[in-house]
């Protein structure tokens, strides 16, 4: 983590102690957040991560900075306080009020905390294990970006553990999902698929562009389909797009053509968002 945070409306130091323990989203996870690429001092896809965060907000009945330029704003200038050009954005909206542990000071109904951080190096693969039942499409919270986040967290740390990179995780229904922190697609004669928002993942940014750009689209996957994919990879706002050099007890193909044109095609994507907020900011 970087020097600086964001505070409400203050940056602040990151070992200020500025949090209390009453503020009932920090014990419960009652939170929504989200993670940015910052590219040349542009935040890449706001809009996209202002409009996820606030519908998660919205069902979670976590409440929500009413303009996305507040927050936009405020987020900028963590970026310039940090110097963080070409780096990671976390922003967390917590829900503040509410319940028997609501403590004294929780006096704002939210509190917008961000920090950034250098981009990590995420290597040339990914080696994922799998989890049955991780997921539970069912569910009407299935596909928010919440702080209930420790699941995850662990699956991610045992496998690590284990000697893989992430893990794969499947539905109720023994369907594809997703990654802790990632999405999936696979190549099956040459046409790009995802699995839908209805196996309970989460609709990442990364994924989102790709799909309206027609460069990918949705379709049930099952770890079988994954067995007969020419490639497979993943997506997330950190990662870009990474090939999936194993699955654990699968047998899978390698190779990255399909997913090396589509990267080209997203970094042009990136290039062009950029070029066009900085431009908007200059005339501002």
Same mark, same amino acid.
Request: glycine content about 8%.
């Given at each position: *983590?970087?020097? #600086? !945070?964001?505070?409400?409306?203050?940056?602040?130091?990151?070992?200020?102690? @500025?949090?209390?323990?009453?503020?009932?989203?920090?014990?419960?996870?009652?939170?929504?957040?989200?993670?940015?690429?910052?590219?040349?001092? /542009?935040?890449?896809?706001?809009?996209?991560?202002?409009?996820? *965060?606030?519908?998660?907000?919205?069902?979670?009945?976590?409440? =929500?900075? +009413?303009?996305?330029?507040?927050?936009?704003?405020?987020?900028?200038?963590?970026?310039?306080?940090?110097?963080?050009?070409?780096?990671?954005?976390?922003?967390?909206?917590?829900?503040?009020?509410?319940?028997?542990?609501?403590?004294?000071?929780?006096?704002?109904?939210?509190?917008?905390?961000?920090?950034?951080?250098?981009?990590?190096? %995420?290597?040339?693969?990914?080696?994922?294990? *799998?989890?049955?039942?991780?997921?539970?499409?069912?569910?009407? =919270?299935?596909?928010?970006?919440?702080?209930? %986040?420790?699941?995850?967290?662990?699956?991610?740390?045992?496998?690590?553990?284990?000697?893989?990179?992430?893990? !794969?995780?499947?539905?109720?229904?023994?369907?594809?999902?997703?990654?802790?922190?990632?999405? @999936? =697609?696979?190549?099956?004669?040459?046409?790009?698929?995802?699995?839908?928002?209805?196996?309970?993942?989460?609709?990442? /940014?990364?994924?989102?562009? !790709?799909?309206?750009?027609?460069?990918?689209?949705?379709?049930?996957?099952?770890?079988?389909?994954?067995?007969?994919?020419?490639?497979?990879?993943?997506?997330?706002?950190?990662?870009?797009?990474?090939?999936? +050099? +194993?699955?654990?007890?699968?047998?899978?193909?390698?190779?990255?053509?399909? *997913?090396?044109?589509?990267?080209?095609? #997203?970094?042009?994507?990136?290039?062009?968002?950029?070029?066009?907020?900085?431009?908007?900011?200059?005339?501002?």
């Amino acid at each position: *983590m970087h020097r #600086f !945070l964001l505070h409400n409306d203050d940056i602040r130091d990151a070992g200020d102690l @500025i949090v209390s323990p009453g503020q009932v989203g920090l014990l419960n996870g009652w939170g929504v957040f989200s993670t940015i690429r910052v590219c040349e001092g /542009v935040l890449f896809a706001w809009e996209r991560h202002w409009a996820r *965060m606030q519908h998660d907000a919205a069902k979670l009945r976590v409440p =929500f900075p +009413s303009s996305a330029d507040w927050l936009h704003e405020r987020l900028r200038r963590l970026v310039e306080a940090n110097h963080a050009w070409n780096a990671t954005l976390r922003v967390v909206i917590v829900r503040n009020q509410g319940g028997i542990w609501q403590g004294p000071a929780a006096s704002r109904p939210f509190d917008a905390i961000a920090f950034t951080a250098e981009l990590n190096e %995420w290597g040339e693969s990914v080696r994922l294990g *799998m989890i049955k039942n991780a997921r539970y499409a069912a569910n009407e =919270f299935a596909g928010t970006k919440n702080l209930s %986040w420790a699941e995850n967290l662990t699956w991610y740390e045992r496998a690590h553990e284990q000697g893989f990179d992430e893990v !794969l995780l499947l539905n109720e229904r023994g369907e594809v999902t997703e990654l802790t922190s990632a999405n @999936i =697609f696979a190549v099956q004669d040459a046409r790009v698929w995802t699995p839908p928002l209805s196996s309970g993942c989460l609709p990442g /940014v990364t994924r989102s562009v !790709l799909l309206e750009l027609g460069l990918a689209g949705e379709k049930t996957l099952f770890p079988a389909d994954l067995e007969a994919a020419e490639e497979i990879f993943v997506s997330s706002t950190t990662r870009g797009l990474l090939p999936v +050099s +194993s699955i654990e007890s699968l047998k899978i193909r390698q190779g990255h053509a399909a *997913m090396d044109r589509l990267q080209a095609e #997203f970094d042009r994507y990136v290039e062009q968002y950029v070029k066009s907020a900085k431009q908007q900011l200059s005339a501002v």
